[in-house]
């Protein structure tokens, strides 16, 4: 293809992409036993909308998105609003503290926890390893990101050209998993941690999610989906287990000045398995929204007219067999046919999308049989076309 087509075709494929109605309904593929969309639905809820934050420099910290839950924003009042000190601690004295806009663990403060609970999340956080470097291997730049009230670790260490165990490292899953590279910068400057954690859920005792976690360190993947196998631990071998389904994030005290800063995380969506209701739901879940969705555009239909009516009646069919809706459809498409095969040719001229939508709808009804096989509509439709000299145009 020579490159001064190029605009010329993209230009058609984008016109004939529009005259199929991508946006409209009778387009992608029907709801079905898993799935209570179409392929392509504008019935689908749309997303959210979120104003991104800013990347951070070494200099400053960005700013989170705009539905981000902040735990740690660099003030004193964040400390105070958002976490709690461990009252277990030997010295009550010893706090985590705000230095230079960052919090930093103090020795002997003890672990310190999120007041806020939540279970499956995108997590940010930055943290930074004291530029002196004291210790070795676990001793040095330790701490730990734990989720779920301390159900499982994503570790936090100084392992820039510090070797240690594999699968306690920075970016491990403390125990079970090593991270997949160590992309550390130095110790004194900022780590960025952005982790997508998912735990395991349980039905009538048995698993059906093991629980994952995804880590990048830096903006390089260190963890993939990675299974949870009981959330790991020192030492021992964990086993699979339920989490709990919400807990206060922990800071690990390990005996190192940490500091942490930009701290705030996002809840994600329910999974089909513990009753989120988009993607490959079970059939009953799939079924009911089906239903639902069926209804709520019944009832939009009741507010218009015409084959305005019409359309949205039988797009209501897409979703739910109704008898009464199927007999009051069909029979506004028998009126709708006739008043066409009633109308001029020169007047039908001006209404040639229309009538090219409605063979669109009534193809696809027919196709995906929502409309019984001595449906007259597509039949009748393809003869005015026909009549027309539509089909013969380019
Ligand atoms: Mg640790």
Known sequence: MKATNLPLSLCTVALSLSSASADGPFYGDPPDAHHPWAVHDMNR??????????????AEPGKPPSDAIVIFDGTQTSIDQ????DPKRKDPNKKWVLVDG??????????????????????????????????????????GVFFVDGATEVQVLDNYNNPSYADGMAGSVYGVMPPMANALRAPGEWQVYDI????????????????????????????????LEGGGGHRGRSKARPFKEKGPLQLQDHGN????????????????????????????????????????????????????KMFRLFESLCYAPHAETLAAATAMSVAY???????????????????????????????????????????????????QGWNNKR
Not at 115 to 143: M, Y
Not at 196 to 223: A, L
Request: overall charge positive; proline content about 7%.
């Open 196 to 227: 997508i954690f998912r735990r395991p859920i349980y039905q009538n005792g048995k698993q059906v999610e093991p629980g994952r976690v995804t880590v990048f360190m830096n903006g390089v993947v260190v963890q993939d989906s990675t299974p």
């Open 257 to 308: 000045p940490i500091r942490f800063r930009n701290i705030w995380y996002r809840p994600l969506r329910l999974r089909p398995a513990e009753g989120g209701t988009d993607g490959r739901l079970s059939q009953e879940a799939a079924l009911a929204k089906r239903q639902e969705t069926a209804a709520s555009i019944r009832e939009d239909a009741a507010t218009k007219e015409g084959k305005d």
């Open 45 to 58: 809820p749309q997303p959210p909308i979120v104003v991104p934050g800013t990347f951070s420099t070494q």
């Open 82 to 85: 958002n976490l709690v000190m």
């Open 337 to 387: 046919v006739g008043e066409l095969k009633a109308a001029e040719k020169d007047a039908l001229e001006k209404r040639k999308g229309e009538v090219m939508y409605a063979r669109q709808a009534f193809d696809y009804l027919t196709k995906h049989e929502f409309v019984p096989a001595d449906f007259t509509g597509k039949r009748e439709i393809e003869a005015i076309i026909e009549a």
């Open 102 to 143: 960052a919090l930093q663990c103090t020795p002997g403060a003890g672990t310190v926890k999120s007041k806020a609970e939540f279970g499956d999340c995108q997590l940010h956080i930055e943290w930074a390893a004291p530029t002196a470097i004291v210790g070795k291997s676990q001793g040095r730049g330790n701490s």
